[in-house]
């Protein structure tokens, strides 16, 4: 056991600060998966294909791409009490807007525009936590904040499907809208004032984006993000026509894709260290991958479940091992590549949810999980490539 003074305050409690922060990550996770687990239910309300619903997904993880970097500099300046309460209350806005969206086309720029407040929370909220926990307690209390994206995929994706299931998708958006405006009145109260962590040079953005070692892990993160999401994004469209499932079994195989998923991220994070970060991310891909290889085994319900194992484990687990990896082969630019790592997952949704629409409306349902598994094969050769310049990199 560390009984030296940095070990005894590395396990000393968390500062109460870090809960309406992951509350926040919560509900943001939450509002983000909200659609793919609503997606028949917006289809049918607003009389439109599944393909077109599932731009929802695309258009919204594009803005979040381009908007993390971009907003990140655009709010430098900004206390973070006053950021992060607003950017809930815009959240919650929004989806009280999107609730009144008569048609397709009045919902998707509303949609998008919400999504403002993803592209700020999350990366805004991890550059905080800095400043809120002494250094000895500042990975756990960030690995902490993020816990509250993998209870969303637990509880907060299964639970929206079924409200949306149930009494249709403006209920589920109502949820969504009821929880940010809880969060933000946590986030206002608990705060403190003058918490302002310093801004990014134009040194440290220039030295990440020349990093070859950096780009190609980033790039990494695009694929591998893709091909989940060309069948994860119409997951609920799928199991309907395939297994003519209901709300409530959609919602407790979300919840199961869910737990698994957080099963996969405690293990990784217990044995990173020991395998190393790079050979992580491998072990994660290939775990995706060999659920969707085996896909056309799922011809019921327990055996749906059971397919979906692997890629469960492997599907935070993978962006986990990924940051650790990125914070590895430079420690100091870790706020500029996990940024863009951050900006790769949402250009790797806006891609995947893009591609799987097409798919659907040329050749049906049945070729996604090939395309998602061609995607993945490419993440593994590109991770495999990145390692070999890992150690090129030199700050």
Known sequence: MNTTPAGAAAQAALPAVLWPLLFGNFVI???VMVVPGTLNEISSNLDVSVATAGQLISASALLMCLGAPLLAAVVAGWDRRRL???SMVWYAALHLACIAAPSFAALLPLRVIAMIAPAIFTPQAAACVGLLVPPEQRGRAITFVFLGWSVASVLGMPIGAFIGGTFGWRSAFAAVSLLSFIAAVWVWRAMPNGVRPPALSAADWRETLRSKALM????VTVLFSAGQFVLFSYFAPYYKLKLGITAVQLSLLLMWFGV??????????????????SRSVMVGIAAMALSLLIWPLGTGLVMAALVSIPWALGCFSSNSAQQARLVAIAPALASASIALNSSAMYAGQAIGAASGGWLISHDGM??????GF???LLAMAMSAWATHYQGTHRR
């Open 260 to 277: 698994f998923g957080f099963i996969g991220n405690m293990v990784m994070s217990r044995n990173i260290d020991r395998i190393g970060a």
């Open 29 to 31: 996770g939450t509002g």
């Open 366 to 371: 049945d070729t996604l999980h090939w395309a």
């Open 374 to 376: 061609a995607g993945l």
């Open 216 to 219: 190609l892990c980033v790039l």
């Open 84 to 86: 992060l309460a607003l």
